[in-house]
């Protein structure tokens, strides 16, 4: 690796993606009149009120063609603390790179008005967008203009037209996270860092609604074999995979993964009770 560069493969300049920075748009609670906000129906209660916009930086990597006939390894790695960084890579190549120290110290003018965050490192989810959004030029020929081929003139048209339909398959995701007693990462979904199951149970009413009520869980976790889901393999036996899915012994164990004992579970927002589950633990 090359000095004074985070990865030697753009260090010679000729293979950067390319970046867009930009403000995202604001996001509005239902019937916000504030001048920023898109005109919505509805109403929230003034507690409940919010407009803020969303910063975003982003870059656009011009894949290899292979991409489109085989299978194509994407990873991300995210390292927290103030010489952490998130690190994006394709086929074990990082492309793509932002710092702690862009968050934890960025530029700055005169006034200071930049202000200084820390590096993200709360819990987050994954979710896995496979939408083909027009904005980015993903959109089938002719679209809005009548038939596929249009007039069938053009070669292009008519090759990719011939082509559908046509799959975009994920083959897997994996989370894999470092549990070695000197690193900086917290594990889990609840860690002592950020207390985030007790988050929820303070915060209870901003997380359910009639329609999606809280409500304990008792199994149904994925699995692939009985040790997913049990406290102990070679004592008692709370639970069994069946069919890939975490299946409970009896109603005296309950949780994603048959963990909780049901007298300390919740499925009630008035209760008091700490131990409700609120979804699998990250084993």
Not at 61 to 79: C, Q, R
Not at 202 to 225: Q, R
């Amino acid at each position: 690796m090359n000095t004074g560069v985070h990865w030697g493969i753009n260090a010679n300049g000729t293979c950067f993606p390319k970046m867009n920075q930009y403000e995202g748009a604001y996001l509005c609670s239902a019937g916000n009149t504030a001048s920023e906000c898109t005109a919505s129906s509805g109403s929230t209660s003034a507690e409940s009120e919010f407009a803020y916009q969303m910063d975003a930086i982003s870059a656009n990597w011009e894949i290899h063609m292979a991409a489109y006939m085989d299978w194509v390894t994407y990873s991300v790695e995210w390292v927290m603390g103030d010489d952490g960084y998130i690190r994006w890579e394709v086929e074990g190549q990082p492309i793509f790179e932002v710092t702690a120290d862009v968050l934890t110290n960025p530029p700055q003018d005169t006034a200071q008005m930049n202000p200084k965050k820390i590096m993200i490192e709360e819990p987050m989810y994954i979710i896995f967008n496979v939408a083909l959004s027009s904005s980015w030029g993903s959109y089938p020929p002719n679209a809005g203009e009548g038939s596929c081929r249009g007039d069938g003139s053009s070669s292009m048209d008519n090759a990719i037209c011939n082509s559908f339909p046509m799959y975009l398959k994920i083959d897997y995701v994996r989370l894999y996270q470092d549990t070695s007693g000197d690193t900086d990462m917290a594990i889990g979904c609840d860690p002592d860092t950020h207390p985030t199951k007790q988050w929820i149970k303070d915060n209870i009413d901003d997380y359910v609604d009639d329609d999606n009520p809280d409500t304990a869980v008792s199994g149904m976790a994925f699995c692939d074999s009985n040790s997913d889901c049990t406290i102990s393999t070679t004592g008692i036996i709370t639970g069994s995979c069946s069919n890939g899915r975490c299946k409970c012994k009896s109603s005296s164990w309950t949780g994603p993964r048959c963990t909780e004992a049901a007298s300390e579970s919740s499925d009630s927002s008035d209760s008091d009770d700490t131990s409700a589950v609120y979804g699998p633990p990250m084993y």
